[in-house]
């Protein structure tokens, strides 16, 4: 067992040494490598995958993971609301950027994973990625499941997200932004009947887009089950459900209005804003959390940069969930 007060991530003392100096990495992280020998293996590694070539309208998710680090400089690492220290708690690291094929989502998600596969030690460290276009999100996911032993069922899901994304073919491909929880389900990665969506919305292109994701069994919390309906008593629901089984939780920034995250590909107005989304996350305290991917992060069409500093934030929810989990179970 860890000493708790003494710190698992060493990060540099924003006193001396200014938040705005330095290489960028995910929220001042040591890179993988340079991680004191004491706090190998790490227990949670966060790496980019620098790749858009799934989209369906708007490109730029390319340059995501350098934009979020960049904004990323300011996470600091004590949870108020949840009283935890993430760096104190775990250790944690920048695994740097995988290896991507620009032309092809299939073979990216093919070079992605065996890139994922090889981070820290698989029967310790969890993986956290941060594309990217949400095509992404399969690679990472492949990687975590086998991490988890391969569980035939698969894995228990949580998705923030404006779209299902389980499209069938589109321009007549099968591998798309769109479509990563229909090839999920189908090769057995993800349990249709324990995923939970949240943030989903309209418009649509016809009343059948969501009929793959309800006939699966995907339980879906539109924007307005969350105002206004029974929302998040389901998600409360789906989480007591999951007794501790391991989730993988993936974040598109589109479940955020436009108007706060408007640096993304695929906006779509009247979705939920910055608070709601780290209310909602802070509601997952306690769920046994495997992997994680943070997506869809367009920054140049996003001056301000407003969206990658939300997406560094929602990284820093995510870490703390875990820190939460370790804290709980030891
Ligand atoms: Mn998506």
Redesign the pocket.
């Given at each position: 067992m860890s000493d708790s007060s003494i710190p698992r991530t060493r990060l540099p003392d924003a006193r001396e040494f200014p938040r705005f100096a330095g290489v960028p990495t995910f929220c001042r992280f040591p890179l993988i490598d340079d991680v004191d020998p004491a706090h190998q293996p790490v227990d949670w590694a966060v790496y980019g995958i620098p790749f858009d070539g799934g989209v369906t309208y708007r490109p730029g998710a390319r340059f995501g993971p350098r934009a979020i680090r960049e904004a990323s400089a300011y996470v600091k690492p004590y949870h108020l609301e949840h009283d935890i220290n993430i760096a104190e708690t775990l250790s944690l690291a920048d695994a740097g950027d995988s290896p991507v094929r620009p032309y092809s989502c299939e073979d990216t998600a093919d070079v992605a994973g065996q890139h994922a596969e090889s981070i820290g030690d698989p029967s310790h460290t969890r993986l956290l990625a941060v594309g990217g276009?949400?095509s992404i999100?399969y690679a990472n996911l492949h990687a975590t499941w086998r991490r988890m032993g391969r569980p035939e069922k698969g894995l228990a899901m949580l998705?923030f997200?404006?779209?299902?994304?389980t499209a069938g073919p589109i321009w007549g491909h099968t591998w798309t932004?769109?479509s990563?929880f229909r090839l999920g389900i189908e090769h057995g990665l993800i349990d249709p009947q324990r995923f939970f969506s949240i943030g989903i919305r309209g418009p649509l292109n016809t009343a059948d887009d969501l009929a793959y994701g309800r006939e699966h069994g995907i339980e879906i919390a539109t924007v307005e089950d969350i105002r206004l309906r029974d929302g998040r008593e389901r998600l409360r629901a789906f989480l007591s459900r999951l007794d501790n089984a391991p989730v993988y939780l993936?974040f598109?920034i589109?479940c955020v209005d436009p108007s706060a995250a408007p640096g993304t590909g695929?906006p779509c107005c009247g979705g939920l804003h910055a608070g709601e989304v780290f209310e909602l996350l802070r509601a997952c305290a306690g769920m046994n959390l495997c992997g994680a991917d943070v997506?869809?992060v367009l920054p140049d069409r996003d001056p301000a940069g407003v969206t990658a500093l939300l997406a560094s934030h929602v990284i820093f929810e995510i870490l703390a969930l875990a820190a939460m989990h370790r804290r709980a179970t030891g």
């Open positions: 276009d949400h999100a998705h997200d404006a779209h299902l994304d932004h769109a990563p993936t598109d589109d695929t997506v869809e």
